[in-house]
């Protein structure tokens, strides 16, 4: 079974201060990786997809990797700023059929 | 740019009483998922439908949560009777699907947030 943890469960920085959030799973045979963002009480917000074959994805600030064989994917956001602020959700798609197993998350503070 | 629309927002009742969640997926997205999240959890699949039919259920509780698609289109969940633990956020999503049934990115909806009394 699929188990996808995320490293820490909450995080507090100063504005401007580099970041890395990160994420685990299980069972290397995935279709791709998602980051999602969530504001307290909102729906998700996709930031970033990785496909199994990628190594990583840029936009904007946000850099994610993905290595497959070990399992692991960090999530780099650059310069953060108080409108970071949210919490940050990683989720892979299972290799054979739909269905994403999410993490539950990392609470992203950012001081201003 | 077309959106994955919810409604309600929010909903409070009490525990034993019934309650139904409406969501209407992106047009031409022929799989729709509801998915449900605790609080300071990730989301966890309740269902996922490709048209009308159900794909995977395995983790819908059958003896009180219920979901439909009857036209292929917009779906219902329902909870009946709702229990305390039942209180958490509803999320349904909806993708493309391509001839091999593979699906496309997922795209959420605002939730529903219930609060079961």
């Known amino acids: 079974k699929q188990e996808v943890t995320q490293i820490p469960a909450a995080l507090s920085v100063p504005e401007g201060e580099n970041l890395v959030l990160n994420c685990s799973f299980t069972d290397s045979a995935i279709y791709n990786l998602q980051w999602f963002r969530q504001d307290p009480g909102k729906g998700l917000t996709s930031l970033l997809l990785i496909q199994s074959s990628q190594r990583e994805q840029t936009s904007g600030r946000l850099n994610a990797s993905l290595d497959k064989s070990s399992g692991r994917s960090t999530l780099y956001i650059a310069a953060s700023q108080p409108g970071d602020s949210a919490t940050y959700l990683c989720a892979v798609r299972v290799e054979y059929g739909n269905k994403l197993v999410f993490g539950a998350g990392t609470i992203l503070r950012v001081k201003s | 740019e077309a959106e994955v629309a919810q409604s309600p927002r929010y909903k409070i009742t009490e525990k034993s009483q019934a309650v139904a969640f409406w969501c209407d997926p992106i047009s031409g997205h022929a799989t729709l998922y509801w998915y449900r999240q605790i609080l300071g959890q990730g989301p966890e699949l309740l269902v996922q439908?490709?048209?009308?039919?159900?794909?995977?259920d395995s983790q819908l509780p059958k003896d009180r949560f219920s979901a439909e698609r009857l036209k292929g289109v917009d779906s219902t969940l329902k909870i009946q009777p709702a229990e305390l633990g039942d209180s958490a956020m509803y999320l349904c999503?909806?993708?493309?699907?391509?001839?091999?049934?593979?699906?496309?990115?997922?795209?959420f909806g605002p939730g529903t947030r219930l609060t079961v009394l």
């Open positions: 439908f490709q048209d009308e039919s159900v794909v995977d």
């Open positions: 999503a909806s993708s493309r699907t391509w001839a091999s049934g593979s699906t496309d990115t997922q795209y």
